[in-house]
């Protein structure tokens, strides 16, 4: 009777098993291509480099390197440093710190949760942070807590930090260079003599701090950035600088390196055996000059002198924040690494150089209209389903562009720090339009083709029903103030939180509840799309859910999709493509998600207790015949399978030790899993 049973319960599993790989029809893509060696920071042998796919790490001064990203909620990364016993990175979510060479990484102050993190530097056991639109940051604690820095620093685009060890110099993006003498307490314009205000870098090196420019080459002060005179010789954009030994190193855009070995009075190049000369970084180690290029390759030299040899070539994929589609193309936002177009559904892409920043925040269609919002250089456009863009901003009050929607014929932008602005012309002219909002920052916007909804990360949802001359908060029954995503029809909003789940309201934002079946009430919920009568949410953890129900119940459909978080979904082809963070473009096709999901199929199951202690009971509304019950770890490992019969079975789990393990429940062809706890 045993053996007979143990056997039902094997065919049972591998039936289950065999059905779920049936299932798992996510294709990686080849792309988009990630890129653009943003920092570097030499720790000993160890050599780590900010790209825009990741983090980079060497442990032997550069002969072999590999990707270490466990632990980033965005692989956005731009600048290194290290204080004490850890390794820090910035990225365009937040600050993370790392141990252990990079193996994994966490958080580095939840005070900084969102922000976007430009450049970091360390002084005098001091942390400090240079942001867009949130001014300099301080930590005083290793970068557990953080508290903006002090008075007279009016710039929105902290670009670039330096030290002496007793100034601090602030490069900013439109607002030419602050000084700080008092460890950021109070800051000054120290620009006079400037011929320009857009600053790349800033180096101090043999009492002398070095300046390049967007545009007019380098700049060179002599008494602490109170006067500015021009290097010497003409080296134009330079992206960086470096020194060991007495010698001054600048890498550029498009000419190479350059050094010099007389404080930055005479300079030479050195590119013998540089197969790339558009560089964007540069550091140093005991032995070796690196370079980092617009690829995402590294290049090495030795500092004694001779050729660069290739250090790393390995290939990466961008962060892909934005998808949607126009015409025949498939068209790809990403953080850190441009903007691209795909002709033929995904397996190619071109990246889109008349949108000529790195970073697009945002992109919608209404074709043949295209348009990208940025985060420095406002919005692009196209007419042509986004083959080629120009920049429109006239009467856009703000260069950094975060979330669009179209709404009875109009266009809408929501910026990072002044509300919201309307175009009723195709993007040629924008006018504000924020009355009644309570947060200037916008990170979602929606509509039900009568209202305009607004999600901000500090202050809720809010809507217009005018649309857009006013605005009213809608936060009733919604707790979480950090909304990450919204989606709206004629029926259903919904509201994806930062770390609180998903919220629905079907009464246009009067009153909101949680969704319950199938999501975590934690999750971290990136975005939500909806295609006919589905609806698609991807998830911080890397996972996405399909609802065939109008949100009663979300089935996790992530199988063999690999990466996190999951930054957007759209259909396209007859495909729901995923962009990941530094994991490219994935696809799936809708076929199989219609005919396994059928949504008159599927009744909710009920897993309880949760948090469970001894027992955990699985409930069904209705009978589907024999079923199984499986019980995993969180790494795949299966640790229990039973028969389940009827509508109701009881788990054994006293065996387990306390932590987060997955049940899946299969009944026939529809299957059911969920994350419980034991306590």
Known sequence: MFRSLLKLLLVSFLSFFFTTISFAQWQHLNGPPGGYIRSMFADGNEIYAATGGGVLVSEDEGTSWEFRNEGLKSCDT???????DFVYVATDENIFRTYNSGLTWEQS???????????????NNLLFAATYLRGIYISADSGNTWMPSGNGFSAKYAYYLATDGVSIFAGTYQD??????????????????LPELDIMSVHCFSGKVFASTLSSGVMVSTNNGNSWSPLGTNISSVKGFANADGMLYAVTMGSGVFQSADEGQTWSTINSGLAETDLWAVETSDNFLFAGTKTGHVYKRNLSGGS?????????????????????????????????????????????????????????????????????????????N?????????????????????????????????????SSNAGTTWSPVNSGLGSMNITALANDAENVYAGTPDAGVYKSEDPGQSWIAINSGLPAAAINCLHADSLLLFAGTDSEGMYFSDNHGVSWNQVSNGISDQEDIKCIYQYDSMYFAGTGSGKVFVSHDQGNIWLDMTNDLSGAPVCSLTVFDDHLYAGINAGGVWKFPLSMITNIRDASQILPVTIYPNPAKGWLTVETKQSYGVGSIAVYTLTGELL????????????????????????????????????????
């Open 109 to 123: 102050g939840a005070g900084m949760s969102g922000v976007y993190i430009k450049n970091l530097i360390t002084c």
């Open 640 to 679: 229990h399978v039973q028969r389940f019969e009827g509508q109701i079975s009881r788990v054994d789990i006293s065996h387990l030790a306390a932590g987060i393990y997955l049940v899946q429940v299969q009944l026939g062809e529809l299957q059911f899993k969920s994350e419980f706890f034991i306590q």
């Open 386 to 422: 986004g083959g080629s863009f120009t920049m429109s901003n006239s009467g856009l009050g703000s260069a950094w562009i975060q979330a669009f929607t179209f709404c009875q014929s109009k266009l809408y932008a929501g910026s990072g720090e002044e509300g919201i602005f309307v």
């Open 78 to 84: 731009k600048s290194l440093t290290k204080l004490g």
């Open 176 to 193: 030419g260079i602050f000084r700080s003498t008092d460890m950021g307490n109070s800051w000054q314009s120290i620009s006079s003599g």
């Open 308 to 384: 660069w040899m290739a250090s790393s070539t390995m290939p990466f994929n961008a962060c892909v924040g934005s998808l949607c589609s126009s015409g025949p193309n498939l068209l790809a936002a990403t953080h850190g690494s441009g903007f691209f177009a795909s002709t033929d559904a995904g397996n190619d892409w071109t990246r889109i150089t008349s949108i000529w920043t790195v970073e697009c925040r945002a992109v919608i269609s209404s074709p043949p209209f295209v348009f990208v919002g940025t985060d420095a250089l406002g919005v692009f456009r196209s007419a042509n």
